[in-house]
């Protein structure tokens, strides 16, 4: 019996560290405020851990924006942070509208992201 124990913790660490496949889609936000510059020009830039997963084009002149852009990371695990920044493209510095940031699950998940600055952030995603 003693022997066992040895591997039955080397399989328990081995499946704490698997890597999953981590799938975001179905991008969009509603109610994107406006400034001095006119209506806003969304973007969205992707995080999974410390990894950047890049970002979206700009939709320009629209507070409901839709991106068809799908970011994929073979190395997600569950638990990791996925961090998403919707920014109002300006002609000097870009607008930080808000930040939405949640542990990944296992399974696909639907969330709406409520924005400091005012608006929605909606997005998908599948971990597995
Ligand atoms: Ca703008």
């Known amino acids: 019996m003693a022997s066992s124990l040895p591997i039955l913790l ?3 660490c081995s499946l704490n560290v698997a890597k999953a496949q ?7 936000a509603s109610d994107l405020p406006s400034n001095l510059m006119g209506t806003a020009d969304g973007y969205v830039k992707v995080f999974c851990g410390s990894a950047s997963l890049g970002k979206t084009s700009i939709r320009n ?4 924006p839709w991106w068809k852009e799908e970011f994929t990371h073979f190395k997600a ?3 990791d942070v996925l ?14 509208l808000g930040v939405c ?3 990944i699950k296992l399974g696909t ?3 709406d992201c409520f924005l400091k600055k005012g608006g929605i952030l909606h ?3 599948t971990l597995g």
């Open 10 to 12: 080397l399989v328990l």
């Open 22 to 28: 981590l799938k975001l889609f179905n991008l969009r």
């Open 61 to 64: 002149n629209t507070p409901d």
């Open 77 to 79: 695990q569950q638990n």
């Open 83 to 96: 961090r998403l920044e919707v920014y109002d493209s300006d002609y000097l510095f870009d607008d930080l």
């Open 101 to 103: 940031q949640r542990q």
């Open 109 to 111: 998940h639907k969330h």
């Open 123 to 125: 997005y998908s995603y």
